[in-house]
Nanobody, 120 residues
Framework: QVELVESGGGLVQTGGSLRLACTFS????????REWFRQAPGKQRELVAS???????TYADSVAGRFTISRDIPNKTFYLEMNRLKSEDTAVYYC??????????????WGQGTQVTVSS
């Protein structure tokens, strides 16, 4: 059973920084993308950042230039570096890993979520 464990959330002032981490409990075969999503109260979950197996990154327009997604493959961890945080970044942040298993079946694993609160 694969478990994704998130860490690094918390309370920060506007303009501050946080780094979220997502660590796998075990190695995962066939990853195609590592992603960060967020969900604010009363809103739908949205994709914040993604990094493919080839290292290509994409970002939501609202965070481009402020957030950076990166990965540490040997340590089964990937990160979301968040700078110049705004109150509208307040949300529960979820990490996600998707890919194709050795049996050619798609999979989609989620972390439990970590709260990020940006106060003015």
């Amino acid at each position: 059973q694969v478990e994704l464990v998130e860490s690094g959330g918390g309370l920060v002032q506007t303009g501050g920084s946080l780094r979220l981490a997502c660590t796998f409990s075990t190695s995962i075969f066939g990853i195609t993308a590592r992603e960060w999503f967020r969900q604010a109260p009363g809103k739908q979950r949205e994709l914040v950042a993604s990094i493919t197996s080839g290292g290509r990154t994409t970002y939501a327009d609202s965070v481009a230039g402020r957030f950076t997604i990166s990965r540490d493959i040997p340590n089964k961890t990937f990160y979301l570096e968040m700078n110049r945080l705004k109150s509208e970044d307040t949300a529960v942040y979820y990490c996600n890993v998707r890919g194709i298993s050795s049996r050619k079946l798609p999979y989609d694993y989620w972390g439990q979520g970590t709260q990020v609160t940006v106060s003015s």
